[in-house]
């Protein structure tokens, strides 16, 4: 329990069912990491926590937690000092954060039910360096519809990585800086996700 004013973060309510769906879901990421956590990580919309505070605690590695909503970030803050765990937290959106310091600022992103594919991609890759790489926790998707969304956002070629729980973990390498022009501004990538427009767009 963490102490503070009371926020709701998930609807699960079994102690459980919680454990595996946001600490044993977190950790497949071990799977794609391998044995130490990248120098400069982020989680995308960490709303509860996970996956960066599971992961942080895992390799014991401070892990950058970037939320929209002043309230979950004020819970991410107390966890993270009850915790006893170096996890800075920025209360901002992606598309803002992108366009200032966190642009290119990272060797790995995170993101776990932050959008579907198409959009977390445009909400992610601006914030990783070339070099670097995405990790998206994801259900059933086409590969193919997303291999144009994240070459126009300076990716390679997505691959999914089963991880045994039914989901998977899509990763993408970022090659090259992203174009200006993205993200867009707040709110349009899931308003006209980069998966319906032309490339050009």
Request: aromatic share 4%; hydrophobic share 40%; proline share 9%.
């Amino acid at each position: 329990m963490v102490a503070g004013e009371p926020v709701s973060l998930t609807a699960i309510r079994d102690p459980r069912r919680l454990l595996e769906e946001l600490v044993d879901d977190a950790l497949t990421a071990c799977e794609v990491i391998a044995d130490r956590l990248l120098p400069a990580v982020v989680d995308v919309g960490s709303g509860n926590g996970s996956p960066g505070i599971p992961l942080a605690l895992r390799y014991g590695s401070p892990v950058t937690l970037l939320e929209s909503q002043a309230r979950k970030g004020a819970f991410l803050v107390r966890c993270s000092d009850q915790l006893g765990i170096e996890c800075p937290v920025v209360v901002e959106r992606s598309e803002t954060f992108a366009r200032g310091e966190g642009r290119d600022s990272f060797d790995l992103a995170l993101a776990r039910a932050l959008a579907p594919p198409p959009v977390a991609l445009e909400l992610c890759l601006p914030l990783v360096r070339p070099g670097g790489r995405l990790v998206v926790w994801i259900g059933r998707t086409y590969l193919e519809s997303l291999g144009g969304v994240a070459a126009q956002l300076g990716g390679g070629r997505p691959r999914s990585v089963a991880t045994g729980t039914g989901r998977a973990l899509l990763v993408v390498e970022k090659l090259a800086a992203t174009p200006e022009r993205f993200p867009r501004r707040p709110g349009m990538a899931g308003k006209r996700p980069l998966a319906s427009l032309p490339s050009g767009a």
